[in-house]
């Protein structure tokens, strides 16, 4: 029968504990009889003396019982059963003739879990960080007095703050249920630096009653202690929260952004209310999936990199499209706003069920790519997801491209002027039919861009976009018609409120209330945010 790499393991470390004396002394006897113990209390308290004692064989007994691999005899002794025999379990040696009347120790949940601390208390003075850093997470919520001989040196001798930080918390958890009130003091102390809601929900238990009115921490320096460190924590969770409210509503604002970047140009170019721009978004988050299964057919070692080629081929899938509907259908409607409203309609419908024919009814998957995984951990433990860090740092991009095509092009300066004064731009010798149709383009591809990030954070499928077509509109008519600054503060402002008002009142509410104070703001300024500034020509 052939030994497992496992047990191959565990009898080279017993082999070695044999052969190195008083380095690692073997568990004496008492610890191996209460081992095997029917008390649990008994059997945890012999697992924290191995785990504080950490030699190779200690390891190797904690692995045997955690396998159910550690058995008792019948005259008591206990051993090691392997795939090809049984070892002596405080010699390390081999026993023949294999003890057929041995019986293994079975363990509960409450003896695992003290296994799992004391494995982790030997893996605290490991060399490998990442060994530490786990082993100092699981201390962190786990970890007993009996452990405290191995965790204090530990936390004398780490020299990584983000380990240091950990294993302080874990003995200041253990401190706390100390009989020393110094020691109870400085725990608190201690863990006044915690952001952690369930340390906070430990201390405030120090400052609760009992039945008959008395305080359960008898120590008035320990409660006042206690009640310093709820309040910095109450502090600091309150940071965190806002903070991460914030960086959720600038995530919601780059998308609509993104969302709405296009529609101000072309509604501010041709006053057309284009419904179908939500669609748009949905031809560049469909066209992302196009390109990832390409990479995942045909190019599969580079399959994280297709995001990079996602977005070029989303800007000319939805500028086609939109160059399309501007020269079929809208350029025959201009000065007619209800028939321009209600063809976009229709045209939304349209690309929406071709959307069903091509890709079916149920939403596609677009994954993110490795790099996009994950996340920041940062103050307070928020954590930041990348995808969401992406779509902001790439919507600052796209604004930036836009500002610099709008100010610094000459199809930029047709565009201002187009929107400034059109018949003045006509007279001058500026093509407007043919500007018309390229604002319409560009506008477009950039909401495509926006269905290309979207499709990292949200479901992509045929209905995708309507749910943006009005904050779009929102965001376009509350910064000003053709001013990428409104646009940027309109996106940003309706991205924080919401998200503000969503933890104050639910998601409905919210969106009534940012509709409601919409409508107050156009009724008061019209002109939104920032009005054009030009000259205008009366008919």
Request: glycine fraction near 8%; proline fraction near 3%; aromatic fraction near 6%.
């Amino acid at each position: 029968m052939s030994l497992s790499l496992h047990h191959l393991l565990r009898v080279f470390l017993l082999a070695v504990c044999c052969t190195l004396g008083s380095a690692h002394a073997a568990p004496s006897t008492e610890t191996l009889a209460r081992l095997a113990d029917d008390d649990s209390d008994t059997r945890i308290a012999a697992i924290a003396e191995l785990g504080a004692e950490g030699s190779a064989q200690s390891v190797a007994l904690l692995d045997a019982l955690a396998d159910e691999a550690l058995a008792l005899t019948g005259d008591g002794h206990l051993v090691i059963l392997t795939d090809t025999g049984a070892l002596d379990a405080a010699s390390g040696e081999a026993i023949e003739p294999y003890p057929d009347d041995a019986d293994p120790l079975m363990i509960n949940n409450r003896v695992r879990n003290a296994l799992q601390s004391a494995k982790a208390a030997t893996n605290i003075r490991a060399s490998d960080r990442s060994t530490r850093l786990a082993a100092a997470q699981l201390l962190r919520d786990s970890a007993s007095e009996l452990l405290m001989p191995i965790l204090e040196p530990a936390l004398a001798t780490e020299q990584d703050k983000e380990i240091r930080s950990i294993l302080a918390l874990a003995v200041a958890r253990v401190n706390l249920a100390s009989a020393e009130p110094a020691k109870r003091i400085l725990a608190a102390q201690r863990l006044g630096d915690s952001s952690d809601a369930s340390v906070k929900a430990m201390l405030a238990t120090l400052l609760d009653k009992d039945a008959k009115g008395q305080f359960i921490e008898p120590d008035a320096e320990v409660r006042a202690a206690a009640k310093a460190s709820v309040q910095a924590i109450e502090r600091r969770l309150a940071m965190a929260d806002l903070a991460s409210t914030a960086f959720t509503g600038l995530s919601l604002g780059s998308i609509l952004l993104l969302a709405a970047l296009g529609l101000a140009i072309t509604y501010g170019v041709m006053g057309v209310i284009n419904m179908a721009h939500g669609e748009l978004l949905m031809v560049g988050a469909y066209a992302t999936y196009v390109v990832q299964g390409l990479f995942r057919s045909y190019l599969p070692d580079y399959v994280d990199s297709y995001v990079l080629a996602a977005v070029p081929v989303a800007f000319l899938a939805a500028a086609a499209v939109g160059m399309l509907m501007e020269r079929t259908v809208i350029r025959w409607l201009y000065g007619r706003p209800l028939e321009t409203l209600l063809a976009t309609w229709g045209l939304s419908l349209v690309l929406i069920q071709t959307a069903r024919v091509i890709f079916g009814p149920q939403n596609v998957e677009v994954a993110n790519p490795a790099w996009m995984s994950g996340g920041v951990s940062t103050y307070a433990d928020i954590v930041l997801p990348w995808n969401r860090l992406v779509i902001i740092g790439f919507a600052i991009f796209v604004l930036l491209l836009v500002w610099l095509m709008m100010q610094k092009t000459r199809l930029g300066m047709f565009v201002r002027a187009v929107t400034q004064n059109r018949a003045m731009a006509g007279c001058v010798g500026v093509p407007t039919a043919r500007i018309d149709t390229l604002a319409f383009g560009i506008g477009a591809g950039i909401a495509g861009l926006g269905g290309c990030a979207l499709s990292q954070v949200a479901n992509v499928g045929p209905a995708m976009g309507q749910g943006y077509i009005v904050d779009s509109f929102m965001v376009v008519v509350l910064g000003g018609v053709g001013q990428l600054a409104g646009a940027v503060t309109a996106a940003m402002g309706l991205g924080l409120m919401t998200k503000i008002l969503e933890g104050w009142a639910g998601a409905v509410v919210a969106k009534i209330l940012v509709l409601v104070f919409i409508i107050i703001f156009i009724q008061k300024r019209p002109q939104g945010l920032f009005a054009l500034k030009g000259r205008f020509v009366e008919d």
